[in-house]
């Protein structure tokens, strides 16, 4: 039920309408959006097993790929089965918990998987630049601390958001127009000043994420003098081919995000219904895609994946 925006009444749950000016679009985007779904689960838990079963692939590089696959996969669940929810059965009400349970994830789990790309990238910095040191910097130690800092620091710094979001006094409308619970479409909705909620999450997130990126652009840039380096052109392609895949990732989660970013910048130009496809589509497609470009580009992978098919027959 709608709450009308005179009602003081607690608002106990809310009400995702995704594209409220062109609903008649749900039934048209159910098909493909439940196509790329069933992709990424299906894409990564084919990477997940493989790794997992494939003894050749137990290295810090593989590891952080699980990483990454496993925040994948928590991101599309949090978001896409609820919206083909709605899509297909009109199941619009989310709880008051559970609309808030979704934001903590998606705020903290997006800078999660730039914080695993940074370190994706020192792990291919060491490895081109420094190869000697390899095996001794880059250990399966090295990569249980870089896991632990990845989520603890996006939970400890990104946790507030949702819970100043959750102490907002919620009293008046409760339609949220939007598919998923985000921050700022979730805080228009409230009674109180919602100013300090958006400004940390703008600077928290900014900085995470710029810093990440930062990082990312410099470790490819001494990648790259190293490479420019080699006398040999066969090391420096397969030197640069090592790094393809990765590169090849960043640059869809980097796309992606920029374009979510910049169409909300110029949120009066573009159609709402615009925006909220784009963010959803941001949920979808870097899972549906990271395990299948890291899969066809790495020759290791696609070994291990031909023995478990051997071993399955």
């Known amino acids: 039920m709608t709450l009308s925006s005179n009602d003081t009444a607690a608002v106990s749950e809310f009400l995702l309408i995704c594209f409220p ?30 790794i997992l079963l494939e003894a050749s692939l137990h290295e810090p590089l593989y590891y952080l790929l699980s990483l990454l696959s496993l925040l994948d996969v928590v991101l599309c669940l949090t978001v896409i089965p609820k919206v083909l ?13 559970a609309c808030f349970l979704q934001m903590f994830i998606m705020n ?31 250990t399966d130690q090295f990569v249980a601390k870089a896991s632990v800092f990845v989520v ?11 819970i100043l979001s959750a102490q907002l006094h919620y009293c008046g409308k409760n339609v949220i127009e939007n598919c998923i619970c985000s921050n700022m479409s979730v805080s228009r909705l409230s009674c109180d000043n919602f100013t300090l909620n958006r400004i940390y999450q703008l600077v928290i997130g900014w900085t995470l994420l710029g810093s990440d990126f ?28 090592t790094c393809g895949s990765h590169f090849i990732l960043i640059l869809f989660f980097s796309t992606i995000l920029l374009v979510v970013v910049l169409t909300n910048v110029a949120r009066k130009s573009v159609p709402m219904d615009i925006l909220i496809l784009l963010n959803v589509l941001h949920h979808l497609i870097p899972p549906a895609l990271n395990p299948i470009v890291y899969g066809f580009r790495t020759q290791e992978l696609k070994q291990g994946f031909q023995k478990l098919l051997q071993k399955g027959l």
Not at 110 to 134: G, H, K, N, W
């Open 21 to 50: 000016n062109y609903q008649s679009w749900q039934h048209w985007l159910s098909l493909p959006l439940s196509l790329l779904f069933l992709l990424a689960m299906g894409a990564n838990a084919t990477l997940l097993i493989t």
């Open 85 to 97: 929810a709605i899509f297909w059965f009109d199941l619009r009400p989310i709880s008051f918990s």
């Open 108 to 138: 903290s789990f997006l800078p999660m998987e730039s914080c695993t790309f940074m370190v994706m990238a020192y792990d291919r910095y060491v490895a081109i630049c420094y190869p000697l040191q390899y095996p001794s910097i880059i």
């Open 214 to 241: 930062i990082l990312i652009f410099l470790s490819y840039t001494f990648i790259l003098r190293a490479v420019l380096r080699f006398k040999s052109e066969g090391a420096a392609m397969k030197a640069l081919s």
């Open 152 to 162: 603890v620091r996006n939970v400890l710094l990104l946790s507030p958001v949702p």
